[in-house]
């Protein structure tokens, strides 16, 4: 091994789990110095601020301002309506951005960032209320804040205790903390949720339901309970689908049963050959299938799916209140959706 100072030096996976060590310890010594009071003032402006329909505008420079980006993220994700505030653009005209009933968080290890120190007046005049997440609770961005939250950091991950690493993650996970414990206040609801989250497998798990899979290949002519063996393969056979439904004769479009390969196999193997060629759809089709309606959570009928007792599904009729079909679900469905 390569030796420095006459010492063997550590391994990758050592030094690499030392430096999350030191950061996971930087974190839980953070939530350690926060003050009660304070974390509670913070919260307060925070429920003010979406009582009001007002804005989050978080603010910072160089790392700092990379971490605000990210929280304000965060609070748009769940439903607050936060922004990024660059301080240099904000003395440039963008401050017309900050409404007197929004909050302000601003972002500063050091709590002496001069651009901040510039900006924080102005929202004084505004009575703008204002949180300073900063590493000096004696500093004077903390003095001229409503509310003070202390980020610091003993030292910095970074050898040479410069770059901002430590502060920056004890930051985030303050912000990302303010951010849970205000979506369990406000009672955010999964529902409540998709609403920002449209897209992606989380979005489609929330929000798409079984009539969006339905497609046109899902629609096949009905089975007769007496349709022959032979018709019933042509049947399963139609568009590659490999199912078919039998319709209730008394009364059109009503499904009574389905017929998948599995269940024509099973019937093959469960019948000798010398009865084959009198084999009708009855004696082949799974009565009383479980269904599901146009209007359930995708991800629900693919839990039914999985989680049958009965045995594997690959495909789920969809019916009306009437048990009239809508179309055939099939698990290759929701796996080209994502889902699966």
Partial sequence: ???IDGQPRPSPVSALTRCLQEEAAAIAAAAERLRGEQVEGALELLERCADRKAKLVITGVGKSGIVARKIAATFSSIGLMALYLNPLDALHGDLGVVAPDDVCLLLSNSGETSELLEVLPHLKRRGTARIALVGRSDSSLARGSDVVLEASVDREVCPLNLAPTASTAVAMAIGDALAAVWMERRGISPADFAINHPAG?????????????????AQLEPLRPTTPLPEVIGS?????IGSGWVEDPQQAGRLIGLITDGDLRRALRNHGSDRWASLTATDLMTADPITVTADLLAVEALQRMEHNRRKPIGVLPVVDASDRLQGLLRLHDLVQAGLA
């Fill in 1 to 3: 091994p390569m030796m």
């Fill in 201 to 217: 497998s989380l979005g489609k798990q929330l929000t798409m339901t079984v009539d969006v899979l339905l497609g046109p290949a």
């Fill in 236 to 240: 399963l056979t139609q568009g590659a």
